[in-house]
């Protein structure tokens, strides 16, 4: 048996999954960074709106041919040959992916140049002739990065096949650096649309850098990768292919729900109402990247490694700990959103032109997104599983299911609701993440039943996550008191001195209550201690 087949099979822990969560984690406070700084020169206006609509549609194309779509079609399949030994072929299908992928950007850039201002009817028609038009410059300043952030994706595929995730996650880094320092270097000089401006310009340089830091890792996990080769496809090129359409439904339906909401938020009649859905969004993210894709990404890659007659028996020995693991650190997460939203979005963003009653209206909709927290993040778990077994037709029904329910309930919460209640029509983004919330408990329970039905018992029970809520409920009103008492210190460091506290909290709490992923935090701290911990 050749060495790299050893390692292909050999048992796996938790490394992958903390390797991801390291680089997600890095990235993620990157992009917190940015956001400060975008709220800084933005606030919450007309400027802000625009940008924010103008960079969720290269966002939805970048994970719709990018990584959604290959992390579910391609590396099951990459990991697979890698798995039985097949080398050669593996590298092969990576050129013959790569090739067809850049045939398909450079079209896609075109055509999104092209059509831009028929995008920004699509994801922005709420907004004013004029707002459209500016959304529209934007957009076209934005796609020649967008095809370079898809083979960036294709790289970050390759990386987690080879179980090099820590440098994959954090390649995103280098994209919010360039969009940061735009923004530093000219953000002062200008008016908040002038600023807009350099967020789409950095944003388009940053694409580029994002793909330059991932090759160099690239060709040191396949140095064969830059050899000549005729492109002539290995057979599981078919299978790819075969996945690459249903999983693309699929991520669309969950790309078109945040496509919905946006639109929603465009005819909310107030201006900034877009931007405060994506300044909440991107907070109420964090949790779900870094625990949830984290987790999901490195157990695709370890399921998928497994011979095909035995992937279900690694799904049923792994799903049940790493539901465990989500529901540890994403229960406190919704519970941090629900009770200690302000000094979040405090801490992030208040600070120039965003004030603190911008603050308020984004706590009011990340505590909708506490709603389905869990169940979005447990649900990228039996995505994965789905994924692994080659099965990418079941979560494309039910992600059609889930965006039936989003887009119905979204637009009768964010538009009627708030007349209804006789409240301010900007409360209504509130209802968008809130039912949401609702939509994805309803879609994780019809993957959980489906793939129970497949291949036998699987889920969470009730009883695991009582002790969970215990604590973090405590912890937050620990939080609360600190944020009470640190209110004249600032929002940066009154922020930071409440999710200290509540942090420790819920990880003492846990601990008495001898909750096991609480003694596992504590064994890995030690072991960074003292050297010989992962």
């Given at each position: 048996m050749t060495a790299a087949r050893r390692d292909n099979s050999a048992p796996r822990g938790r490394g992958g999954a903390v390797a991801a969560a390291s680089g997600i984690l890095a990235s993620r406070v990157f992009g917190l960074v940015r956001q400060r700084v975008m709220s800084h020169f933005l606030g919450v206006g007309d400027a802000a709106d625009v940008i924010s609509a103008a960079l969720r549609i290269p966002n939805v194309l970048q994970n719709?041919?990018?990584?959604?779509?290959?992390?579910?079609?391609?590396?099951?399949?990459?990991?697979?040959?890698?798995?039985?030994?097949?080398?050669?072929?593996?590298?092969?299908?990576?050129?013959?992916?790569?090739?067809?992928?850049?045939?398909?950007?450079?079209?896609?850039?075109?055509?999104?140049?092209?059509?831009a201002p028929w995008l920004v009817a699509t994801i922005a028609g709420g907004f004013a002739p004029e707002k459209r038009a500016f959304a529209v410059f934007?957009?076209?300043?934005?796609?020649?990065?967008?095809?370079?952030?898809?083979?960036s994706a294709w790289c970050l595929g390759v990386l987690n096949a080879h179980r090099k995730f820590l440098l994959a996650y954090a390649s995103p880094i280098a994209w919010n650096l360039a969009i940061i320092g735009a923004l530093l270097w000219r953000g002062p000089r200008t008016d908040p649309d002038g600023a807009a401006t350099l967020v789409a310009a950095g944003a388009a340089a940053g694409g580029l850098l994002q793909f330059a830091v991932q090759v160099p890792g690239v060709l040191r996990a396949v140095p064969g990768i830059v050899r000549r080769s005729s492109l002539a496809p290995v057979p599981e090129v078919r299978r790819v292919v075969r996945n690459f359409g249903p999983v693309l439904l699929g991520r669309g339906a969950v790309q078109l729900s945040g496509w919905v909401d946006l639109l929603i938020a465009t005819y909310v009649a107030t201006a900034g109402a877009a931007a405060v859905l994506m300044y909440a969004q991107t907070i109420a993210l964090l949790p779900v990247s870094v625990f949830g894709m984290s987790i999901s990404a490195s157990e695709l890659t370890e399921m998928s490694h497994h011979a095909e007659s035995d992937v279900a028996n690694a799904i049923r020995a792994r799903l049940g700990s790493s539901l465990r693991a989500v529901a540890y650190?994403?229960?406190?997460?919704?519970?941090?959103?629900?009770?200690?939203?302000?000094?979040?979005?405090?801490?992030?963003?208040?600070?120039?032109?965003?004030?603190?009653?911008?603050?308020?209206?984004?706590?009011?909709?990340?505590?909708?997104?506490?709603?389905?927290?869990?169940?979005?993040?447990?649900?990228?778990?039996?995505?994965?599983a789905w994924y692994a077994l080659h099965d990418t037709r079941t979560p494309v029904?039910?992600?059609?299911?889930?965006?039936?329910?989003?887009?119905?309930?979204?637009?009768?919460?964010?538009?009627?609701?708030?007349?209804?209640?006789?409240?301010?029509?900007?409360?209504?983004?509130?209802?968008?993440?809130?039912?949401?919330?609702?939509?994805?408990?309803?879609?994780?329970?019809?993957?959980?039943?489906?793939?129970?039905?497949?291949?036998?018992?699987?889920?969470?029970?009730?009883?695991?996550l009582l002790p969970?809520?215990?604590?973090?409920?405590?912890?937050?009103?620990?939080?609360?008191?600190?944020?009470?008492?640190?209110?004249?210190?600032?929002?940066?460091?009154?922020?930071?001195?409440?999710?200290?506290?509540?942090?420790?909290?819920?990880?003492?709490?846990t601990l008495l209550l001898r909750v096991p992923e609480a003694h596992a935090v504590l064994r890995r701290l030690a072991g960074r201690v003292s050297g010989t911990g992962v």
């Amino acid at each position: 048996m050749t060495a790299a087949r050893r390692d292909n099979s050999a048992p796996r822990g938790r490394g992958g999954a903390v390797a991801a969560a390291s680089g997600i984690l890095a990235s993620r406070v990157f992009g917190l960074v940015r956001q400060r700084v975008m709220s800084h020169f933005l606030g919450v206006g007309d400027a802000a709106d625009v940008i924010s609509a103008a960079l969720r549609i290269p966002n939805v194309l970048q994970n719709l041919l990018g990584e959604g779509v290959l992390s579910a079609s391609f590396v099951p399949v990459y990991a697979r040959l890698r798995a039985e030994g097949r080398e050669d072929d593996a590298t092969r299908l990576a050129q013959v992916v790569f090739a067809g992928l850049s045939a398909a950007c450079g079209v896609l850039v075109g055509l999104g140049i092209l059509g831009a201002p028929w995008l920004v009817a699509t994801i922005a028609g709420g907004f004013a002739p004029e707002k459209r038009a500016f959304a529209v410059f934007l957009v076209r300043i934005l796609f020649p990065g967008v095809g370079l952030l898809v083979m960036s994706a294709w790289c970050l595929g390759v990386l987690n096949a080879h179980r090099k995730f820590l440098l994959a996650y954090a390649s995103p880094i280098a994209w919010n650096l360039a969009i940061i320092g735009a923004l530093l270097w000219r953000g002062p000089r200008t008016d908040p649309d002038g600023a807009a401006t350099l967020v789409a310009a950095g944003a388009a340089a940053g694409g580029l850098l994002q793909f330059a830091v991932q090759v160099p890792g690239v060709l040191r996990a396949v140095p064969g990768i830059v050899r000549r080769s005729s492109l002539a496809p290995v057979p599981e090129v078919r299978r790819v292919v075969r996945n690459f359409g249903p999983v693309l439904l699929g991520r669309g339906a969950v790309q078109l729900s945040g496509w919905v909401d946006l639109l929603i938020a465009t005819y909310v009649a107030t201006a900034g109402a877009a931007a405060v859905l994506m300044y909440a969004q991107t907070i109420a993210l964090l949790p779900v990247s870094v625990f949830g894709m984290s987790i999901s990404a490195s157990e695709l890659t370890e399921m998928s490694h497994h011979a095909e007659s035995d992937v279900a028996n690694a799904i049923r020995a792994r799903l049940g700990s790493s539901l465990r693991a989500v529901a540890y650190f994403v229960v406190p997460s919704s519970a941090a959103l629900l009770f200690l939203g302000d000094a979040a979005a405090g801490a992030v963003l208040q600070t120039g032109r965003f004030a603190r009653a911008d603050t308020v209206w984004v706590w009011a909709v990340l505590a909708g997104s506490a709603i389905g927290l869990l169940a979005g993040t447990m649900g990228r778990l039996y995505n994965s599983a789905w994924y692994a077994l080659h099965d990418t037709r079941t979560p494309v029904r039910i992600a059609l299911i889930r965006i039936a329910i989003t887009g119905t309930l979204g637009a009768v919460a964010a538009l009627a609701l708030p007349s209804w209640l006789g409240i301010e029509a900007r409360w209504g983004v509130a209802g968008l993440t809130a039912t949401a919330g609702v939509a994805a408990w309803i879609e994780y329970a019809l993957l959980r039943r489906a793939l129970s039905a497949r291949i036998g018992p699987t889920g969470l029970p009730p009883r695991a996550l009582l002790p969970l809520w215990a604590a973090a409920v405590i912890a937050a009103a620990a939080g609360f008191g600190v944020k009470l008492a640190t209110g004249g210190a600032g929002p940066l460091l009154s922020g930071v001195a409440v999710f200290l506290v509540f942090g420790f909290a819920y990880w003492a709490l846990t601990l008495l209550l001898r909750v096991p992923e609480a003694h596992a935090v504590l064994r890995r701290l030690a072991g960074r201690v003292s050297g010989t911990g992962v």
